[in-house]
Nanobody
Framework: VQLQASGGGLVQPGGSLRLSCAVSKFDLDYHTIGWFRQAPGKEREGVSF????????YYADSVKGRFTISIDSAKNTVNLQMNSLKPEDTAIYYC???????????????????WGQGTLVTVSS
């Protein structure tokens, strides 16, 4: 299993970025895939997740209404569209996946077995 994250960069407050996580060597069915982030001096935070089995989505309260997660099945890629970015969104973003089947708990609480390298998002004027 390989996850390759991309799309980070520098953006002004209010701007947009799209992160992508390309997944190789396994089928997204029965898996949950999503994004964590970690800002300097802060704990890692679960940002957004999607179930490869039934398409359910999860968003942290801090990003609801601004971020959208989706699966591009043709490309086996998971995208995170981030709009109305704020300075507090600045962090290293990591994609991760694990086999879960249908969610039976908060997806942030699963143990994620596979991780991509981080991609840095900086929101600053």
């Amino acid at each position: 299993v390989q996850l390759q994250a991309s799309g980070g960069g520098l953006v002004q407050p209010g701007g947009s970025l799209r992160l992508s996580c390309a997944v190789s060597k396994f089928d997204l069915d029965y898996h949950t895939i999503g994004w964590f982030r970690q800002a300097p001096g802060k704990e890692r935070e679960g940002v957004s997740f999607i179930s490869g089995e039934d398409g359910r989505t999860y968003y942290a309260d801090s990003v609801k209404g601004r971020f959208t997660i989706s699966i591009d099945s043709a490309k086996n890629t998971v995208n995170l569209q981030m709009n109305s970015l704020k300075p507090e969104d600045t962090a290293i973003y990591y994609c991760a996946t694990t086999r879960t089947g249908p969610w039976t708990m908060d997806p942030t609480n699963y143990v994620y077995d596979y991780w991509g390298q981080g991609t840095l998002v900086t929101v600053s004027s």
